[in-house]
């Protein structure tokens, strides 16, 4: 039986004890590891090349879903979303030699940018081009296809955006998108009333200015009161912006340590996570997914009745149930060996991965199975979701690391280079990346849309247990059974720090927002957070004591997982 205990002040889990085998913002890759690149053992996945007739009648499904947004000015940012779409599935769909449905793709669809100036000269050109020879000799289509597109939208729209394509997106739509634009975040759109009181707040702002400068003008004693003025401003400024320097020159105070922990009586905690609101904590306890909502309202819904259910020896009855004082707890089960990982996508569905060599996705609403993914031959060790929810990868004692979607029940790529177990996987923040952590002891980098290597960092004494990619890009953080933790420059694919105080294998790793503290915890109950923003450009490998801004220790057995929360705060996971 297991239950669980927070403590605010703040299992022995080794995979290889299973004796299966002992054995950006910033990403400028400036030359591929050619003898490892493995683009033969890929999967190349495109459904561009076979299916025209749904890549139409998604675009057309968009369309009239931007067209019936009732906010104008949500839908005059998303329209301008339509005409590089268009372009982009008309070369894509011409280049796959569709040229009968490339011609009525383009005839039904042409009439909706006759408006616009930019948008019209575009598909004017579009208009002449009908082989590949023709994408190659027009100098216009040519930059087109070599760049992404920009679009700026508000939060609103991005939104809007989101939630249409986790309902409807195809994974074409999603392809183009995640490849071919760059979507820019800007404020808040405003309303009338923020607008008028900006225009007072202009209009007193000129009468002020213009009285000092009659005031000036007539050679009265007003003018000495404005200057004065102004230069108390400037004073007050200037003691701010030393208060800033002050405190970003200084050493950053350590935040607070949140501690979940889960008693471990039957000594089958596999792994423990929680998520950026921090209302939920999941964890594997043997063949079960088991969840306990971690705030004071009820997480879980009563399961669907229309599932049918076979009830267990283990089970405990209804009346039971309703006395027992963990009543917002639920468990999930379907896996029919230990489950290893378990990872949230932004909606919430939750996916775990088992040594049954199986992946799992679990609808939170109703707590039933969504689907089964099948493709790994061996145990599955890990698993990650991409920043926007698009992909999931896995990596596996088969020594390979795979790409799914959850629209598909097989993978999408194939990661293939490592000579042992994939024990650790993370997506770079913009999911363009994949980072993959063995115990051979080293640390690969692959580009998600073709499979293809570019960064091999070796250097590990040990197994590779942990990874965690700074929020800016520029830095990822590995660590495992060496007990160090080490910083790497991506573009350079140097290592910038390695980090010891550790005294048994580091299992969980994280960066804070800011990306200048990144936290470490292990199988030794310890959980320690390391300064790196004092470092210049070229570090040396060797640590220093003053890079250790805090330590916290727990009476934990062992940690399973450190996370900084959507508020800083450092949550981590423990089994006692």
């Known amino acids: 039986m297991s239950d669980i205990e927070c403590n605010e002040d703040t299992e022995n889990f080794r995979k290889s004890e299973l004796q299966l085998s002992q054995t950006n913002q910033q990403m400028a890759v400036l030359s591929a590891v050619d003898k490892e690149i493995t683009r033969n053992n890929s999967i190349i996945f495109s459904t561009i090349s076979n299916d025209t007739v749904q890549i139409d009648q998604q675009f057309t499904r968009l369309k009239t879903w931007i067209s019936e947004i009732k906010s104008e000015d949500c839908k005059s940012e998303l329209a301008a979303l339509l005409c590089p779409l268009f372009c982009r599935l008309y070369l894509e769909m011409l280049r796959g030699g569709h040229r009968q449905s490339v011609a009525k793709f383009f005839k039904r669809h042409q009439g909706l940018f006759v408006s616009g100036e930019h948008s019209r000269e575009l598909v004017e050109e579009l208009a002449c081009i009908y082989s590949n020879q023709d994408i190659d000799s027009s100098p216009t289509v040519k930059v087109f296809r070599s760049c992404k597109y920009r679009l700026h939208l508000s939060p609103s729209s991005m939104a809007a955006l989101q939630k249409y394509l986790a309902q409807h997106g195809h994974v074409v739509i999603l392809q183009v ?270 580009a998600v849309n073709d499979a293809k290597l570019v960064r091999v960092l070796p250097g590990h004494k040990g ?73 210049p450009g070229s570090l040396s490998s060797v640590s220093y004591s003053s890079d250790l801004i805090a330590a916290y220790t727990t009476e934990c057995i062992s940690l399973l997982s450190v996370q900084y929360s959507q508020s800083n705060t450092l949550v981590c996971v423990g089994v006692t």
């Open 177 to 446: 998108l995640q490849n071919w634009f760059d979507f820019e975040i800007g404020g808040t759109m405003r309303l009338e009333d923020e607008e008028e009181e900006e225009e007072e707040e202009e209009g007193e702002g000129e009468e002020e200015e213009n009285y000092c400068r009659d005031s000036i003008v007539t050679g009265t004693n007003e003018k000495v009161g404005c200057s004065h003025k102004a230069s108390d401003s400037e004073v007050e400024l200037q003691e701010l912006q030393d208060v800033i320097q002050l405190v970003r020159e200084g050493p950053p105070s350590p935040c607070p340590l949140l501690l979940y922990t889960i008693m471990n009586s039957d000594n089958n905690v596999g792994c423990g996570y929680t998520w950026g609101a921090v209302d939920v904590l999941a964890a594997g306890l043997g063949s079960e997914v088991r969840l306990w909502g971690l705030t004071q309202n009820k997480m879980f819904s009563t399961p669907n009745p229309n599932i049918s259910q076979v009830h267990l020896a283990c089970d405990v009855s209804a009346s039971q149930e309703l006395s027992r004082p963990e009543s917002n707890t639920v468990s999930l089960r379907g896996h029919s060996g230990p489950v290893q990982g378990i990872a949230q996508f932004p909606d919430g569905l939750l996916v775990s991965v088992s040594h049954d060599t199986t992946m799992r996705a679990w609808n939170k609403d109703d707590l039933s199975c969504a689907a089964v993914y099948r493709g790994h031959n061996y145990p599955i060790w890990c698993v990650d979701v991409s920043t926007l929810g698009l992909y999931v990868a896995t990596g596996s004692h088969d020594r390979t690391a795979r790409l799914w979607s959850l629209d598909r029940t097989f993978p999408l790529r194939i990661f293939a280079g490592h000579n042992q177990d994939v024990e650790a996987v993370q997506f770079h923040p913009n999911s363009s990346y994949l980072a993959t952590g063995s115990t051979d002891k080293t640390v690969r980098l692959w």
């Open 463 to 535: 197994g590779i247990q942990a990874l965690s990619f700074s929020p800016d890009g520029k830095y990822i953080a590995s660590a495992g059974e060496d007990k160090r933790v080490r910083v790497w420059d991506l573009a350079a694919g140097t290592m910038l720090l390695e980090l010891k105080g550790h005294t048994h294998t580091v299992s969980g790793l994280s960066w804070s927002r800011d990306s200048e503290c990144v936290a470490s915890c292990g199988l030794d109950g310890a959980v320690r957070v390391w300064n790196i923003r004092s470092r």
